[in-house]
């Protein structure tokens, strides 16, 4: 490349004015050289001889250091020296005619002492006096690849886990599906028997103990039920059926339903609800599985002569429920994992009382219904829970 420019610079004339006119040329040729040398990255200009390998014209000298070969030994090297796998796009460039040809590929360099070196190539080939070149600046990509390659780990590892848990998760719904099936079969009929009691048996002792039959195999079966929508959201299928509905009867059955239960502890059930309170959006049976939950713990957590309290009262396009209780409450400890599944707090009058899901499963509820749930507590003071289900559209 230098002698070129040197025999372009004489001139038959030998005029000095001739002398002139070359400084330009050799003044950019100079300017080249200096931003040649001094790149930031690797630059290699190849001559490329139809029908043959191309060859090294000229390297800077970082493409030395790279490479690993002295500055003077860089000339002259074949293509295959350094790029023994190029890749299909190149070798097409290298073997067609045509100049103009630019692009930008990853390939590999191939050090002195057989290393190979990621690199990113920006290539272009043009014509000087007839000679086709092609010059290629080559970036260094190893840190780039090496945290690919730490990416693609962590994302096989996380995605091998992932498909594990979903395993595992499976197993355990199928599991409960079965559970619930054995349970439900014996339960149904017991169910049936415990109504018929009722409607036919007219002695007060007798009316007792088959009330006691059918609220027990009614608490049971609505276990079972928890137990299997508890494991229809963790594998992402618990479904909901919002609709508009007015919540003040709900609430006002509710508290019939469940009174027997509190009286039987002196318990007192208080209802704090805002007059004309308008309709929300929520599935009306998830909405009682979630106050019976919430109602069944604070009748559990509360002592002989407590009271429980639903309210129910606007806040912004929200209506806020909530069932207080004055029992026990709870401390910091049991407060961070109250939500966690299978997480139990021991109640002292029955400690095998409870499966550790109702709470879980009210808060997958809620959230599903596009509310929140959160509670207030302290130990010795009571509890009180509270969630938000949104208002219909024309009430917002």
Excluded at 64 to 93: C, H, K, N, W
Excluded at 150 to 158: F, G, S, V
Excluded at 286 to 296: E, T
Aim: negative net charge; charged residues 25%; glycine residues 8%.
């Amino acid at each position: 490349m230098n002698n070129s420019i040197e025999a372009a610079g004489k001139t038959q004339s030998g005029c000095p004015g001739d002398a002139v006119k070359q400084r330009g040329p050799q003044k950019a040729e100079g300017k080249f050289r200096l931003i040649f040398q001094t790149a930031a990255d690797a630059m290699l200009l190849w001559e490329l001889r139809s029908g043959k390998t191309p060859v090294l014209a000229e390297a800077n000298l970082l493409a030395a250091q790279r490479l690993g070969y002295p500055p003077e030994a860089m000339t002259g090297l074949a293509f295959a020296d350094i790029f023994p796998s190029p890749p299909a796009e190149l070798t097409a460039v290298i073997e067609q005619p045509s100049d103009g040809q630019f692009g930008v590929l990853e390939s590999a360099f191939r050090t002195k002492s057989g290393l190979n070196e990621p690199v990113e190539i920006s290539y272009s080939t043009f014509n000087i006096d007839g000679r086709r070149f092609m010059l290629s600046i080559a970036r260094d990509i190893s840190a780039r690849k090496a945290e690919a390659s730490t990416l693609t780990e962590a994302y096989n590892r996380e995605k091998s886990l992932r498909q594990a848990l979903e395993t595992e998760i499976s197993k355990r719904v199928d599991f409960t599906r079965s559970l619930v099936h054995e349970l439900k079969t014996p339960l149904t009929p017991l169910i049936a028997s415990g109504e018929a009691l009722l409607e036919i048996l007219e002695g007060e002792d007798e009316l007792r103990l088959a009330g006691n039959i059918y609220r027990g195999a009614m608490n049971l079966e609505r276990r079972i039920n928890d137990l299997l929508d508890f494991a229809r959201g963790e594998m992402g299928v618990l479904k909901v059926r919002a609709q508009p509905l007015d919540v003040a009867p709900l609430l006002l059955d509710l508290a019939a339903q469940v009174s027997p239960q509190f009286d039987r502890k002196n318990q007192s059930l208080e209802l704090e609800i805002d007059d004309d309170i308008p309709l929300v959006m929520a599935d009306e049976d998830r909405l009682r599985q979630i106050l019976l939950n919430l109602l069944n713990n604070a009748g559990k957590f509360t002592p002989r002569g407590g009271q429980i309290t639903i309210g129910a009262a606007v806040s912004g396009k929200m209506l806020r429920l909530s069932v207080a209780d004055t029992g026990r409450g709870m401390t910091l400890q049991e407060q961070v994992h109250i939500f966690k599944p299978y997480y139990r707090i021991v109640d002292d009058a029955d400690p095998n009382d409870g499966m550790g899901i109702g709470l879980a499963l009210c808060k997958m509820l809620v959230t599903l219904q596009g509310g929140d749930i959160w509670f207030e507590s302290e130990k010795d003071c009571g509890t009180t829970f509270y969630f938000t289900l949104p208002l219909t559209a024309e009430m917002e």
